[in-house]
């Protein structure tokens, strides 16, 4: 009788342990990105990135994002935003966060990462969403790598239509600016 219960309960971590890896159950939020050219929801990586995605979703909670931009856009490349508000002015933000792009996670397309300058610990509040695998971003491939914290998991259509908007100089930062706003109208912890 000892065996047979032994088996049913390695039989049944098991079962639970692929359903946690494989679907919703992870624990991990997902969010709902709004933008002036439609919505995206992505989920993200609190079991590979836990810093990162208890950063993001600080600012999630309180409503940081409401009314930033896309203010970087580089066709087959990535997107970022987050950072600068409707008239490029750049927001306020909590300090850096250590860098976890030694997570085993890659910047593959779809994929959200934290944006930070060369200090490699100087993520704030910036995200970016990669358009491919921009595998030369990832750990050990340059300096530490930029940590990828999540993913998109609907409205991929969304971050390829902001990829293709017309970009130049605008206001304070020198290229790369979409001319055409692109507003991070909200973003939104998804509620079952």
Same mark, same amino acid.
């Given at each position: 009788m000892k065996a047979k219960l032994g088996i049913f309960v390695l039989v049944t971590g098991l079962l639970m342990s692929i359903a946690v890896q494989a679907g919703p159950k992870t624990g991990n939020p997902v969010v709902v990105i709004k933008t002036s050219m439609g919505t995206m929801e992505a989920v993200l990586y609190k079991d590979k990135a836990p810093i990162s995605v208890?950063?993001?979703?600080?600012?999630?909670?309180? %409503?940081f994002f409401d009314g +930033?931009?896309?203010?970087r856009v580089i066709p087959n490349f990535m997107i970022q935003g987050g950072g600068f508000d409707a008239d490029l002015k750049r927001k306020?933000?909590?300090g850096p966060i250590k860098n976890e792009?030694?997570?085993?996670? %890659?910047n593959e397309r779809g +994929?959200?990462?934290m944006a930070r300058t060369s200090d490699v610990n100087s993520a704030?509040?910036?995200f970016f969403i990669n358009l491919k695998h921009n595998k030369f971003l990832d750990h050990g491939s340059r300096d530490f790598g930029y940590a990828v914290f999540g993913r998109?998991?609907?409205?991929?259509?969304?971050m390829e239509k902001i990829a293709k908007v017309k970009t130049g100089r605008k206001g304070p930062l020198p290229r790369d600016v979409p001319q055409q706003t692109v507003l991070i109208e909200s973003i939104r912890l998804k509620t079952k």
């Open positions: 208890d950063n993001f979703v600080k600012y999630v909670k309180a %409503k +930033t931009v896309y203010h306020a933000t909590r792009a030694d997570n085993g996670l %890659k +994929t959200l990462a704030t509040a910036q998109v998991t609907k409205g991929m259509e969304v």
